[in-house]
């Protein structure tokens, strides 16, 4: 969907789709639930886990707040084909009324939040991981988790600076009046704007995943070397 959409047919769509904000809730849920399983042998590693779960709290507040689907697909950086009707706010004007800076400021809050939760995520799983593998290191837990906080926002601030430029206000190509947030007409071909949704998907999902995936198996062989050994 691009500019070419007529905003009429937009609140049938908005009726369709209403469903998908019980999405949201879950997704938080299901992260603070897996943080809290997670066994603290001391006051310094709970430490470490409480200020780890507060910063994914935050992250999930702005995923939340700021919307996490777009027309019923899985966010990408451009959000489906660069048209997001998820707030409510938006929903009930159909169009973006709030200017230009306001659509980036927006749109990178948004991608900000998915970033933010996903790296959040690999500091969980690194800290799990140097927790098993290095138990000799727990004084330098609280130490390692501030770096590796502060690595995750600033990273996720540069993953984030891109969405405030691609996304812009712009009138419907047969309705002039009618001003929308979106993509359209910023990349010169389908190549550019197919490399831009890749990267917004592997730093924020695919990446993460093998992160996790990785601190988490090492952790299962460790254990499962140690368990041996005992037998």
Not at 37 to 54: E, F, G, Y
Request: glycine letters at 6%; aromatic letters at 12%; one cysteine or more.
């Amino acid at each position: 969907m691009g500019l070419s959409r007529n905003p009429d047919n937009h609140n049938n769509d908005s009726i369709k789709k209403t469903d998908l904000f019980r999405v949201l809730d879950s997704s938080a849920t299901d992260k603070w639930a897996t943080v809290n399983r997670t066994p603290a042998n001391s006051a310094t590693i709970k430490s470490a886990t409480d200020t780890q779960k507060n910063n994914l709290t935050i992250a999930d507040l702005l995923i939340q707040s700021t919307g996490q689907l777009g027309d019923g697909q899985l966010i990408t950086c451009q959000l489906g084909d660069g048209q997001v009707y998820d707030q409510v706010g938006w929903r009930i004007t159909v169009q973006w009324l709030a200017g230009n800076f306001a659509c980036k400021a927006f749109l990178f809050l948004r991608a900000f939040g998915l970033y933010l939760s996903s790296n959040v995520l690999i500091c969980v799983s690194l800290d799990r991981y140097f927790a098993v593998l290095h138990p000799l290191k727990v004084n330098d837990a609280r130490r390692r988790g501030k770096i590796m906080l502060a690595f995750a926002w600033s990273m996720s601030l540069i993953y984030s600076i891109p969405q405030s430029v691609v996304f812009h206000l712009s009138p419907h190509p047969n309705y002039p009046a009618f001003f929308q947030c979106v993509t359209f007409g910023f990349f010169v071909s389908r190549n550019h704007e197919i490399a831009y949704n890749l990267f917004c998907v592997l730093a924020m999902y695919f990446i993460p995943l093998m992160v996790i995936v990785g601190a988490y198996s090492a952790i299962m062989w460790e254990i499962s070397s140690k368990s041996k050994e005992s037998a």
